[in-house]
């Protein structure tokens, strides 16, 4: 107790010093301006590193530098680069901290590293200790904006994307950008047509939750932020998580909570979907995409909505989560939506996240074409699982993503199909060997992808992972195609990429995500002596990079199909290749395998086929209309703070979007809608899938023609 006293005094100390000694605004020695902070100290509980985070940043050093893929070392190189991470991770859209501020950090630039080895992190709590106060001075400027109701009819326009704009000057700079922001949240509110004195209430709450949350914050808190913009600053894939995030992790993985399915993330000041979880609540509705972002949480299906903007992450999952069976609502503002647009209530059911509904699962898509009806089958794989808790030698019943797809062939073969689609659409990976397994039911024998640990490829030679299974025989032979998108990623990109280069289908989608990389994890309480103290928290790091037969690395790049189709997915924003500090796509030897004949021809002649198909295809053109309109929507830099122009813009898209809508129906001599509201789950299609399901039929056709060629010049001749 005595020395958190002493460090506690020598903290308050510190501050003190500073705000005495730098009073001026920009001044020329590059310090940080704390005056106007002055009055919120008081406030402020003051955070510093203590000893354990010392011993476990000298810990992550030494696995960075020893384990690696790229043999990193802990350098002033990597110190700059964490630097701006960690200050992007604290104020990534420029809204709290001021030139001087950031001018002011740049003493540490060269010195993170030193410190992260074997020093007390000293200068990142004082970075966190300027943004409290930056960002306490701003939410109480917001709060002064809510003294009367903003002006909400002039012709301003609000910059709502500052990540890449220069830094404020001043407060006065900061606060103009300030009230213009304030004047958004209300204008997001008042277009859902709520009075003035409840919209004043929810962003009262707002500013303030986020000051009290901010309060929240603990010392281990901003060591995992730091420690994990460090991770970061290698590559994107490695990460610290504290003890806390690392329970969850392991509650996740475990999938044993009861919750809605979903992996969330915090963004700016929003709580953002990074991914559906296969079998949960959130799945089978439906409705909850990638990239939506929950504005508010309501408890069964009259409850009040609780603005959860600006919230803490784990604070908005303790909301999220409840007893099974029980309702929560969520109000979200769709992806690649401007501010401003119309938010949508989702209602699920809680429940826990059945394995069994992750499992593969099979269809029959019935195509007309060429006066008959062609059976085209289709296994979504929603990701490479396996028990591995369970030995395949002891139990017949273990799970496996191979075995479960091998019995849908089967099943389909009886049904007597003339085509098949895997379909791995938004399958983020899995375990390796499924991955090779699955391969090699559509291949002979053969290497299925090459694994390499390390850059120094003298001293580690890429290693050859061939098929598990090489005595059994191909297991399905005829027309094939994959089916991919942007995430579709790591063990998907091996499966696809093995089918790709051994000629034996077609990639059919949009370019993959492009993870190349594998992760090991580190569990850091079994590397202290003293095995009964915990809390040290984990490491995820990169230890290794994949490759295909041809020798091409799947990172950064991905695989890309060998017929294009359109998708609503940005891959201006999603993706390996726009992930900073990614690391690159490169090639190493190709390994000797042996493929079927080029399908070049094949590709070229099935493209074609698919163009002219499109241009009358009425799902097709809504879909380009639709894209087009998003494209549209991702573009814009700017919004107006006038209300009347703003609804008459969410009017307008509305509008469009309802007129591309009945456009699609009328030509599929569907009744028309008189609102989007009115249109059932159920009745939109899967344009991808329909696509996928005629291209494979044209496929079957083209081989059903070569095969009856052949046996007619074998009776001519």
Not at 75 to 102: C, E, G, V
Not at 233 to 239: E, F, I, K, L, T
Not at 439 to 462: C, H
């Amino acid at each position: 107790m005595r020395r958190l006293y002493q460090q506690a005094t020598c903290m308050m100390a510190i501050l003190l010093f500073i705000l005495l000694s730098y009073p001026a605004i920009g001044n020329d020695k590059g310090d940080p301006d704390l005056s106007a902070g002055a009055s919120t100290i008081k406030d402020i509980q003051f955070l510093f590193p203590e000893k354990k985070h010392e011993v476990i940043g000298e810990l992550v050093a030494q696995f960075i530098q020893k384990s690696h893929y790229n043999e990193i070392m802990i350098n002033d190189d990597l110190s700059s680069k964490a630097l701006d991470f960690y200050i992007k991770n604290l104020d990534r859209n420029r809204m709290y901290f001021l030139a001087s501020d950031i001018e002011h950090f740049e003493r540490y630039r060269y010195q993170l590293d030193d410190m992260v080895k074997s020093k007390p992190l000293d200068p990142v709590y004082e970075i966190f200790r300027i943004y409290q106060i930056r960002v306490r001075e701003r939410l109480n400027f917001a709060l002064t904006q809510l003294g009367s109701e903003p002006n909400t009819s002039s012709d301003e326009k609000y910059v709502f994307d500052r990540s890449s704009a220069p830094w404020a000057t001043d407060s006065l700079e900061l606060n103009e950008i300030w009230r213009q922001r304030v004047i958004n949240d209300t204008l997001s509110l008042a277009l859902e047509d709520e009075p003035w004195e409840k919209n004043q209430e929810i962003l009262s709450k707002r500013y303030e939750g986020f000051i009290k949350r901010l309060d929240q914050v603990n010392n281990d808190d901003v060591f995992e932020r730091f420690m994990n913009m460090f991770a970061h600053a290698v590559d994107p894939h490695s990460s610290y998580l504290s003890p806390r995030s690392a329970d969850e992790y392991q509650i996740a993985m475990s999938l044993s909570y009861v919750g809605i399915g979903a992996t969330l993330k915090t963004e700016d000041d929003f709580v953002q979907i990074v991914n559906i979880i296969r079998g949960g609540p959130a799945d089978f509705d439906g409705k909850l995409k990638r990239d939506d972002r929950i504005t508010a949480v309501s408890q069964g299906p009259d409850g009040e909505l609780i603005d959860v903007i600006g919230w803490r992450l784990d604070d908005v999952v303790d909301l999220i989560r409840g007893p099974k069976e029980s309702i929560v609502r969520l109000q979200i503002i769709p992806a690649n939506t401007i501010p401003g647009s119309p938010k949508e209530i989702i209602e699920l059911t809680r429940g826990a996240v059945k394995l069994e509904e992750q499992a593969a699962k099979s269809e029959i898509i019935k195509v007309s074409k060429s006066g008959r009806d062609w059976s085209i089958g289709v296994i979504v794989v929603p990701s490479f699982y396996r028990d591995y808790s369970v030995s395949p030698r002891s139990n017949a019943d273990f799970t496996s993503a191979t075995k479960d797809v091998k019995r849908l062939i089967d099943e389909l073969k009886k049904e007597e199909i003339d085509g098949l689609i895997v379909d791995i659409r938004g399958n983020g990976g899995g375990h390796l060997s499924e991955a090779t397994a699955l391969s090699g039911l559509f291949i002979n024998n053969g290497p299925i992808v090459q694994f390499r640990k390390s850059i120094n490829i003298n001293r580690y030679p890429p290693q050859r992972l061939d098929d598990p299974d090489p005595v059994s025989r191909v297991f399905y032979n005829g027309p094939l195609a994959v089916l991919v998108d942007r995430f579709s990623a790591s063990a998907s990109e091996i499966f696809a990429g093995a089918i790709q280069d051994y000629e034996r289908g077609l990639i059919i989608g949009q370019q993959t995500f492009g993870k190349g990389t594998v992760q090991n994890l580190y569990s850091l309480d079994q590397y202290f002596r003293n095995k009964n103290e915990k809390g040290f928290g984990q490491l995820t790091l990169t230890v290794g990079k994949y490759y295909r037969v041809t020798g091409a690395s799947t990172q950064h790049r991905g695989i890309y199909p060998d017929i294009e189709l359109l998708s609503n997915i940005d891959m201006k924003v999603i993706g390996e290749s726009v992930r900073e500090n990614a690391l690159p796509w490169d090639v190493v030897n190709a390994t000797r395998f042996s493929s079927n004949a080029p399908l070049d021809n094949t590709i070229n002649l099935l493209t074609t086929y698919h163009m002219e198909r499109s241009k009358t295809d009425p799902n097709f053109l809504y879909q380009m209309n639709r894209i087009e309109a998003s494209k549209k929507a991702r573009d814009i830099e700017t919004v107006s703070l006038n209300i009347d122009k703003r609804r008459a813009i969410r009017e307008a898209e509305l509008e469009i979007a309802l007129q591309h809508e009945n456009e699609r129906r009328v030509a599929l001599n569907l009744d028309r809608v008189e609102s989007l509201e009115d249109i059932i789950e159920d009745e939109v299609p899967d344009i991808q899938l329909e696509q996928a399901a005629n291209i494979v039929t044209d496929m079957a056709e083209m081989q059903e023609a070569s095969y009856l060629t052949k046996q007619t010049t074998q009776i001519t001749f």
